[in-house]
């Protein structure tokens, strides 16, 4: 289970980084 965990931990990670590169792109 904490494998799991750190993988979920770090996909939220990932999208939020992805959305602050998006939005500085579209910026």
Known sequence: ?????A????EQIA???GQRIV???LA
């Not at 993988?7 to 770090?10: K, P, T």
Request: aromatic content about 6%; hydrophobic content about 35%; proline content about 0%.
């Open 15 to 17: 999208q939020h980084l």
């Open 23 to 25: 939005t500085r792109d």
């Open 1 to 5: 289970m904490t494998f799991q965990a």
């Open 7 to 10: 993988e979920s931990l770090s």
